[in-house]
């Protein structure tokens, strides 16, 4: 069983920065690809962005790309999303989720059902 806890989230203002993590124990998740979903109140929940199970392919929503970088730390299991630019848009609950089987090849893979998810962490963007 793989468990998933983000963190980092947190109040920030509007052109502020976040690095969230997703820190993975339990077992081992090198062959696993990861994605960031957030969803916003009233809002159904997106794909933010995902990572290769070797970190070498990643993908964004266009409205995170050159805003938000996905990264992973094998060593440390751990895998990060640096926010960027932050704007009251961005405020959400984020959660990371991970899956052996769900490739990172476009955002419309991150549709399809990542076997473990994170409890979510809040980033609250104000004006």
């Known amino acids: 069983q793989l468990h998933l806890v983000e963190s980092g989230g947190g109040l920030v203002q509007s052109g502020g920065s976040l690095r969230l993590s997703c820190a993975a124990s339990?077992?081992?998740?090198?062959?696993?690809?990861i994605g960031w979903f957030r969803q916003a109140p009233g809002k159904e929940r997106e794909g933010v962005s995902c990572?290769?199970?070797?970190?070498?392919?990643?993908k964004y929503v266009d409205s995170v790309k050159d805003r938000f970088t996905i990264s992973r730390d094998k060593a440390k299991n751990t895998v990060f999303l640096q926010m960027n630019s932050l704007s009251p848009e961005d405020t959400a609950v984020y959660y990371c989720?991970?899956?052996?089987?769900?490739?990172?090849?476009?955002?419309?893979?991150?549709?399809?059902?990542?076997?473990?998810w994170g409890q979510g962490t809040l980033v609250n963007v104000s004006e």
């Open positions: 339990g077992i081992t998740w090198d062959d696993y690809a």
């Open positions: 989720a991970a899956d052996r089987f769900v490739p990172c090849l476009t955002l419309a893979t991150m549709r399809l059902p990542f076997e473990f």
């Open positions: 990572i290769s199970s070797s970190g070498s392919r990643t």
